[in-house]
């Protein structure tokens, strides 16, 4: 399903963010990412929707090599991938409706979203997506009037009417307080079993990623250095990882 | 050791006090009186005059503690000297008319003059700002001269009559301003230098701007009251204004004013309706976060700016040139007015939304043009309207101008009745103006303020 | 993570009940079509625009293309001198419009003035700016005769009405800590304008200045038209005369030149101006670049 194979991401400046990564992820995994600030976590989960630049090895994704794809072939991926963001991401001014129904946007002929004329079907979905993340009564509401856990579930509304075969998270969670993060989390997890959608989360605590995840990804300075079951994470794997001893600090709750 | 000297900080250097700029700028009006006495009286002995102000000069650079070398003073005074009595040359050959031959050596006095200084300022400056010195100094007397020459002023200009009014020629003639603005300038310049501050270049520039202009275009304050004493009588003339008049020779008089009124509100709404739209694709082309590609935002961002050089009047005489003088020249002229505004207040809004979201859809897949539609556009939706509404407002003020030229509307008949010298009717279509603006004015700030 | 069960709560309540969907956005759609659309037609009517003037027109602009290329520069000496009388107009007339339209911003200003004298202020102000500089040139020419000196006069006095406005705003805007610290150390009206107003607002309305400077600079040029000095009458008649259209064309490429080169300078200064910094401008960086490096102070030789 999605198959790093030695795959080497270099930013414009130089950055070598993501060093000879190799991972299989089966469909229907539900896969969580970690490591310090700067590991190349976001970079990872943005190879695989082709938003970073790939210079080296292969990210096939779908079937589909996502290194020198053509826009056309990126465009058709990424409608299969739902991608979910730690600042929401929505559009404030635009009511919650149309911000699901951006999901929608690659599966609808150019003049029907030019003239805002969404089919039944499509307007049906979305309303679907808004209720899985059960906030169907805020359809019609300004995104800007929710809070940061409804405007999440926004996000992930948005992401499921693509109708995905993948979900990426990029900490999902981060801008939450805990009650709301697990709640978020329990969605995701609960659309994981449900739909059978591949997802890759990636989290900065690590009690969280315990508590959800069931296989684990580690990054240190773009490369991998744990991929396993998350049950068998001893304290000595962590420090593989943080390259120091688990801290409060790495814990949502204490 | 002292008490205090223990208390002080182990490497504490203490700041040293800045220099206060106030001396500079006494500094520099010494500078320049000293000039200005140069520019009036090198006449006779230049040499001398003009030693003697290099002397003052070099007396001002000594005090401020800018120039302390003998070496200095001994070029400076050289130069002054040289400067001076190369203008003395000047004027003695300026019996006949004078050509830039006669009057650039003049200008050389200067720049060597300003090069002295330049360097006996160069230990308190960079040879940078030395360099940038002497350039400014030469561009300040070489170009008013030059220009002094075109005009054919300094061939007017006697000596004599220099001698008998030295007071009033000062305050006009351009002669004796080429040599006052040049130090005045550099003047200015050398203190921004020394204080690294602006301020002071930047207020000797726009003095020197504002005398040349005042004199370039003769504006006269005195003229301005002798002609508003006068005021009464031209006032008959537009008051009352006549609403009324024949069409064409021997028809009733009508209210004829009505029709082009309208077509110039067509010509407004048109252009504004047209401009907006086309600016939408432009200005989204011209802004970073949503331009497809490098070449396209340069290419939009550059025509942008270039459209925006030509004045309302331009694109009506360029249309009219095409179309022939009629309102449909007038409607182009305003959607490329529009057009030009518009893309710039838009692309400038698009610039500075957030990003999020445009990422958000190109996630899912989205093409560009869908991005922007439905990720950038509601962001800058309110603003788009208000620009809007602003620029149909500017749009009825121009569509009036455009007139003028014969690119229809009320305009053309203002252009009209004004060649015929019929000023009351002049008046009743200024009127008509005036108030049109105003309600629309209003209006528009009604709208605009409930919008935010 | 027992509990996540419950909190999925659709199979358990049954269907949620799903809001209608808002009629308004829809109507206010249709309004604002209507509202575009309608003026639009009423004005492509009125100006009958015919489909034989749209299809002619491609063509129109063709030859104009034809006649105005290659651009004629033979007399690119007299275009600058044109250029310079318009940019000598438009000086001025920031300069009165500066000047005046200084004390009329701190009289228009709600938090200065009363309201008793901001009222008539602020109406006399909104009138000068309804008249445009062309209109007003009209009037003054006969007053004036034709030349730069009415021109600058209408320019100028068009921009005390928007600089008027403008200044007021920025006045409006300032902090009142200060005003009122100097008020309350027992300072007068006047000195808490001076020093509690004017160093607060200056930075913005020497920039608005110098905005208004480019704004002059266009409109000097159209009053040349009328004969009121300036590029504006070179590029009008030599469009006039065919033959002559290269000709006006070069000096419109040169006016555009110039104002192009003008707007750069004086938006970097007014950026300067208002955050304090030195722009970013290649001419700036280029300066930088040149007195960053101090040389060792020499021995005079
Ligand atoms: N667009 C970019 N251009 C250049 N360098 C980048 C870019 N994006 C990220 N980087 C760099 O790449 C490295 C990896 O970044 P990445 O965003 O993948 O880290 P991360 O693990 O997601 O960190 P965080 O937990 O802070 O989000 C960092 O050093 C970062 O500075
Ligand atoms: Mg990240």
Not at chain 1, 117 to 124: A, H, R, V
Not at chain 2, 45 to 61: C, D, N, R, S
Not at chain 2, 106 to 116: D, E, I, K, R
Not at chain 3, 182 to 203: E, K, N, Y
């Amino acid at each position: 399903m999605i198959e790093f194979t030695n795959a080497t991401v270099v930013y414009p400046g130089g950055l070598k963010a993501l060093d000879d990564v190799t991972v299989t992820i089966e469909p229907g995994e539900f896969v969580v990412v970690v490591g310090l600030s700067g590991a190349g976590k976001s970079t990872m989960l943005r190879a695989v929707n082709g938003f970073v630049p790939i210079v080296g090895g292969s990210v096939k994704v779908l079937d589909q090599e996502v290194r020198g794809a053509s826009n056309k072939d990126l465009r058709g991926l990424r409608s299969n991938i739902g991608m979910i963001f730690q600042t929401f991401n929505l559009v404030n001014r635009a009511r919650v409706m149309n911000n699901v129904l951006m999901g929608r946007l690659a599966q609808v002929p150019r003049w029907r979203s030019t003239l805002g004329m969404w089919p039944e079907d499509d307007k049906e979905l979305a309303l679907q997506a808004l209720e899985r993340v059960d906030i169907i009564e805020k359809a019609y509401i300004r995104a800007s009037d929710l809070s940061g856990g409804q405007q999440q579930r926004v996000g992930i509304a948005r992401a499921l009417a693509q109708d995905p075969k993948i979900l990426l998270a990029d900490e999902p969670v981060a801008s939450l307080d805990p009650v709301t993060s697990h709640m978020v989390m329990r969605d995701l997890q609960r659309i994981n079993r449900d739909l059978g959608i591949t997802t890759l989360i990636n989290l900065h605590f690590l009690d969280l990623a315990r508590a959800y995840g069931k296989r684990l990804i580690g990054l240190r300075d773009g490369k991998l250095v744990y991929d396993g079951d998350i049950a068998d994470v001893s304290d000595e794997v962590f420090r593989d990882i943080y390259g120091r001893a688990i801290t409060p600090d790495d814990l949502l709750e204490t | 050791m002292t008490a205090i000297d223990a208390a002080a900080p182990v490497s504490g250097v203490r700041p040293q006090e800045p220099t206060s700029s106030f001396r500079f700028v006494v500094g520099a009006i010494v500078m320049g009186v000293g000039a200005a006495i140069v520019g009036a009286a090198t006449l006779g002995i230049g040499w001398l005059w003009g030693a003697a102000t290099a002397g003052v000069v070099y007396g001002v650079l000594w005090w401020l503690g800018l120039a302390r070398s003998p070496i200095d003073a001994g070029i400076m005074v050289i130069a002054g000297a040289v400067s001076g009595q190369w203008f003395v040359a000047v004027l003695d050959g300026r019996a006949g008319p004078v050509d830039i031959a006669e009057t650039t050596p003049a200008a050389l006095g200067f720049v060597v003059f300003g090069a002295a200084v330049a360097w006996a300022l160069r230990h308190r400056l960079t040879v940078a700002a030395a360099a940038l010195v002497t350039v400014s100094w030469a561009a300040a007397v070489a170009l008013p001269t030059q220009y002094g020459v075109g005009l054919g002023i300094l061939a007017d200009l006697g000596r004599r009559e220099l001698r008998e009014g030295v007071l009033q020629v000062l305050g006009s003639s351009f002669f004796t301003m080429v040599p006052l603005l040049a130090v005045l300038f550099a003047g200015s310049l050398t203190v921004a230098l020394a204080t690294k501050r602006a301020a002071p270049a930047s207020v000797g520039l726009a003095v020197v701007m504002s005398v040349i202009s005042f004199n370039m275009i003769e504006f006269s304050v005195v003229e301005l009251f002798t002609q508003a004493s006068q005021i009464g009588d031209l006032a008959k003339e537009f008051w009352p204004p006549t609403w009324t008049w024949p069409k064409t020779i021997g028809q009733e008089p009508t209210n004829v004013i009505i029709d082009p009124f309208i077509e110039t509100l067509q010509i407004a709404v048109v252009g504004a309706t047209l401009g907006c739209l086309m600016a939408l694709p432009l200005a989204f082309m011209a802004a970073r976060p949503t331009t497809p590609d490098e070449p396209t935002y340069w290419g939009a961002k550059s025509f942008m700016n270039v459209i925006r050089t030509i004045p309302d009047l331009f694109w009506a005489i360029i249309f009219t040139a095409a179309v022939g003088f009629n309102a449909f020249a007038g409607a182009l002229a305003m959607v490329f007015f529009s057009l030009a505004i518009m893309s710039k207040l838009l692309s400038e809004t698009v610039d500075s939304i957030e990003l999020g979201p445009l990422e958000a859809a190109r996630a899912t897949g989205s093409r560009h043009a869908q991005v922007i539609q439905y990720a950038a556009l509601p962001q800058v939706l309110p603003n788009y309207v208000a620009y809007a509404l602003y620029i149909f407002e500017l749009n009825v003020r121009a569509s009036v101008v455009i007139g003028i030229v014969g690119a229809g509307g009320i305009g053309r008949l203002l252009n009209e009745q004004r060649n015929f010298f019929q000023w009351d009717r002049v008046m009743a279509i200024v009127i008509v103006i005036f108030v049109t603006v105003i309600l629309i004015e209003m209006v528009s700030i009604l709208i605009r303020r409930r919008l935010v | 993570m027992t509990d996540s069960t419950e909190l999925w709560t659709k199979d358990d309540t049954g269907p949620v009940i799903r809001p209608d969907e808002p009629r308004w956005p829809k109507i206010i759609r249709w309004i604002a079509v209507i509202v575009i659309i309608g003026p639009l037609i009423w004005g492509l009517l009125g100006l009958e625009i015919s489909a034989d003037n749209l299809r002619r027109a491609p063509g129109q602009m063709w030859n104009l293309v034809q006649q105005v290329w290659p651009p004629d520069f033979s007399e690119t000496g007299r275009t600058f001198e044109k250029i310079l009388e318009s940019l000598y107009v438009a000086w001025i007339a920031t300069i009165i419009g500066a000047t005046l339209s200084f004390p009329l911003g701190f009289l228009a200003a709600t938090n200065i003035a009363p309201r008793s004298v901001t009222l008539p202020v602020r109406s006399l102000l909104s009138g000068i700016r309804a008249f445009p500089e062309l209109v007003l040139a009209i009037m003054l020419i006969p007053a004036f005769g034709l030349g730069p000196f009415p021109g600058a006069l209408a320019i100028g006095i068009h921009s005390i009405g928007t600089l008027g406005k403008l200044t007021s705003e920025v006045i409006e805007g300032v902090d009142e800590g200060p005003i009122e610290a100097i008020r309350a150390s027992g300072g007068t009206r006047m000195q808490a304008m001076q020093f509690g107003v004017v160093p607060q607002a200056m930075p913005n309305v020497l920039a608005y200045w110098l905005y208004r400077f480019e704004i002059n600079i266009r409109a000097s040029a159209v009053l040349g038209v009328i004969g009121a000095g300036g590029i504006g009458d070179e590029i009008y008649s030599r469009f006039l005369f065919v033959p002559d259209r290269s000709k006006g064309f070069a000096a419109l490429l040169v006016m555009i030149a110039t104002v192009l080169v003008i707007d750069a300078i004086s938006a970097s200064v007014r950026r300067r101006i208002i955050t304090g910094q030195p722009s970013r401008s290649m001419m700036a960086r280029l300066m930088q670049r040149l007195f960053a490096k101090k040389r060792p102070a020499e021995t005079s030789s």
